[in-house]
């Protein structure tokens, strides 16, 4: 059997942020997308994975939204306290791993709870592609429109190659403990965080990109949840 063949995966699913970008009455993790809510949608691309191990959900201790959630009473699904940056909630995922029996060699797919259309093409082609890998990696898409940088004052200082370019995605897939070691200490160093690679390059690793669908985007603005609604409407009427 190949190592393909026999990988078991976790999921952390940093979910304790407040969405201020949003400028919603709730986290936007909470808002409907058609009948459910955004987490509950994401939560189902990997419920149903033959492969998963377990699944933790990284809450903020005051959360008053989750308990409602039907999901909140499936026992596959394990709470770990969030913190206050994205990435110290998966540092308290990664943890609670470790009480539920994950070992240091176990695979973790952290994904980000406001990622609701990820496509399980793209789950099992990261899997697929990384399931020997001695790293790790994440999906990815490449740039695609021109890409300036820009100063203080609003005005283009360069145009840049977009060609050595991509956007960070998640899932974002490493071993637990080699994952848990570059947090640490990318934490310990104040360095700032924002996703589980950059702590791994900070610990002179060199993950790897599989390109993914574009459309696995993040709800970070209004017009993000606009555009999936009207998308989501539109496949539940063809
Ligand atoms: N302290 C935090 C901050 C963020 N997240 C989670 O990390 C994911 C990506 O973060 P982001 O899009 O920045 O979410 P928010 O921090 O909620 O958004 P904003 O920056 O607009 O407040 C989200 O699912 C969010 O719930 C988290 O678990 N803990
Ligand atoms: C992890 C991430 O989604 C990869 O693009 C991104 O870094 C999250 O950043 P945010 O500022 O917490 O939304």
Same mark, same amino acid.
């Given at each position: 059997?190949?190592?393909?063949?026999?990988?078991?995966?976790?999921?952390?699913?940093?979910?304790?942020?407040?969405?201020?970008?949003?400028?919603?009455?709730?986290?936007?993790?909470?808002?409907?997308?058609?009948?459910?809510?955004?987490?509950?949608?994401?939560?189902?691309?990997?419920?149903?994975?033959?492969?998963?191990?377990?699944?933790?959900?990284?809450?903020?201790?005051?959360?008053?939204?989750?308990?409602?959630?039907?999901?909140?009473?499936?026992?596959?699904?394990?709470?770990?306290?969030?913190?206050?940056?994205?990435?110290?909630?998966?540092?308290?995922?990664?943890?609670?791993?470790?009480?539920?029996?994950?070992?240091?060699?176990?695979?973790?797919?952290?994904?980000?709870?406001?990622?609701?259309?990820?496509?399980?093409?793209?789950?099992?082609?990261?899997?697929?592609?990384?399931?020997?890998?001695?790293?790790?990696?994440?999906?990815?898409?490449?740039?695609?429109?021109?890409?300036?940088?820009?100063?203080?004052?609003?005005?283009?200082?360069?145009?840049?190659?977009?060609?050595?370019?991509?956007?960070?995605?998640?899932?974002?897939?490493?071993?637990?403990?080699?994952?848990?070691? *570059? =947090? #640490?200490? !990318?934490?310990? +160093?104040?360095?700032? &965080?924002?996703?589980? $690679?950059? *702590? =791994? #390059?900070? !610990?002179?690793? +060199?993950?790897?990109? &599989?390109?993914?669908? $574009?459309?696995? =985007?993040?709800?970070?603005?209004?017009?993000?949840?606009?555009?999936?609604?009207?998308?989501?409407?539109?496949?539940?009427?063809?």
């Amino acid at each position: 059997m190949s190592l393909r063949d026999q990988l078991v995966f976790w999921v952390v699913i940093p979910a304790a942020g407040v969405g201020s970008r949003m400028r919603a009455d709730r986290p936007k993790q909470y808002l409907l997308l058609g009948e459910r809510s955004i987490i509950e949608h994401t939560l189902d691309c990997f419920l149903d994975h033959p492969a998963l191990s377990g699944l933790v959900v990284c809450i903020a201790p005051d959360d008053p939204y989750w308990p409602a959630l039907p999901c909140a009473r499936d026992t596959r699904v394990q709470l770990a306290p969030g913190g206050r940056e994205r990435c110290d909630s998966v540092l308290s995922g990664l943890q609670r791993l470790d009480e539920l029996g994950a070992n240091e060699h176990d695979w973790v797919l952290v994904h980000d709870a406001a990622r609701p259309n990820l496509a399980r093409e793209d789950l099992d082609r990261l899997l697929a592609e990384l399931a020997d890998d001695p790293v790790g990696g994440l999906l990815a898409v490449p740039a695609r429109d021109t890409l300036k940088r820009v100063g203080p004052d609003g005005r283009v200082v360069e145009t840049v190659d977009r060609s050595v370019i991509w956007q960070a995605f998640t899932p974002q897939m490493f071993r637990l403990g080699m994952l848990c070691d *570059a =947090l #640490e200490a !990318a934490l310990a +160093s104040r360095m700032q &965080v924002t996703d589980e $690679a950059s *702590a =791994l #390059e900070w !610990a002179g690793h +060199s993950p790897r990109v &599989v390109e993914g669908r $574009a459309d696995n =985007l993040k709800v970070t603005r209004p017009e993000d949840l606009e555009w999936l609604a009207q998308r989501w409407k539109t496949d539940r009427e063809s």
